[in-house]
């Protein structure tokens, strides 16, 4: 079933009733293509910040985009104090505003460390959901903490600590986006997935029925083995992407950090809105290669996609696919969006139903020269090859 299939159809139909000669084409195939790219952020050049790392991207429930990245203060490294960073675009990222730095940690050892963006479709709120001291180094405890935006991502709350209800324990969500279950089971709820300590690692997901008030502690898919220091080729499954399928089932794809098995994804499924996560429901792609990153990845109108650098080895070759079988296999043919340097991405989407919103996925990511976290890009995808 193609995405192509229904826009052929609703092509045909428009060219039909409105708009003959517009429509020339009459079976559309999924053809992706970078329409339109922007840096959004650049170490060092702007503000008190060294390096922005972990891009994160979504629209608010007003089709509002926010990008969001950690402003790393003084180096490049994953502890130390950083800034949230958010930029916001009310033209689908046409244009964006300056730079706002809505959680500050101060002059922290060990800082904040994102997180995942949840949106609330029924009540228009934005969430993030982040950590911090989560690698234990110089404070205690690890707590992992939240703001919220009534507002569509303009002001933003002060931090609330989850972990005086979930427990404190390092879990850092995602990086990448939080769901809002569409479909039953738990229509409604909203799940944060994210993953422990290298001794602690796994999946874990958290989630609220309640519209983020209160969160539970819900799956957890642990490192094998758990709480151990690791070795090379251990069972470790990290950072991690949901998406909600269209048979309301989860699909989570996650970073391999030890590389069992392959140097590809781990892909595993939850059944029940993230409680749970059996290790029956565990698969190894060994088309999606991945150099041990955290991925995007998004599932539109059935078309499931994904990006990362495409390489068993380093961090380079951004890299976009797609499955037209809900992952079981990927197309041959995919985009190259960027050869050089590429680390972290964050694929999201406006599903308004809208003919222009259906064409588009957008695509937020690390991208260097030399190194991969030298800038943050946007890139807006048509999906179709600009064709219609
Ligand atoms: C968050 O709450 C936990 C549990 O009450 C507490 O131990 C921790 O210090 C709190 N963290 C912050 C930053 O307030
Ligand atoms: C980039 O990734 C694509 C898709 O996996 C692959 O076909 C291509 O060989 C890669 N290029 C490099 C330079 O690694």
Redesign the pocket.
Known sequence: MGTGVRVSVLCALLSAVLCPGVCVQTSLQLDPLVYQEQLLWVGGAQGHVNTFRIPLLSFTPKGSLLAFAEGRKASASDVGAKFIAVRRSTDKGVSWSKTTFIVDDGTQANGLNLGSVVVDEEMGFVILIYSICFYDYQCEPPSTMMVKSIDDGVTWSVPKNLSEHLGVKSFCPGPGLGIQKRIEPKKGRLIVCGHGTIAGDGVFCIYSDDHGEKWENGAALKSIPYNQNKRALDFSPDECQPMEMLDGSIVINVRNQNRYHCRCRIVVRSLDAGETLPVDNLYFDYTL?DPVVAAGALQKEGVLYFTNP??EEHR??L?LRWSLTDGKSWENK?L?IW?GPSGYSCITTLNSGSAEDRKYIFVIYEKGKKDYFETISFAKIHLYGGKV
Request: charged residues 0%.
């Open positions: 290669v495409s390489s380079v070759n890299t995919a190259q050869p």
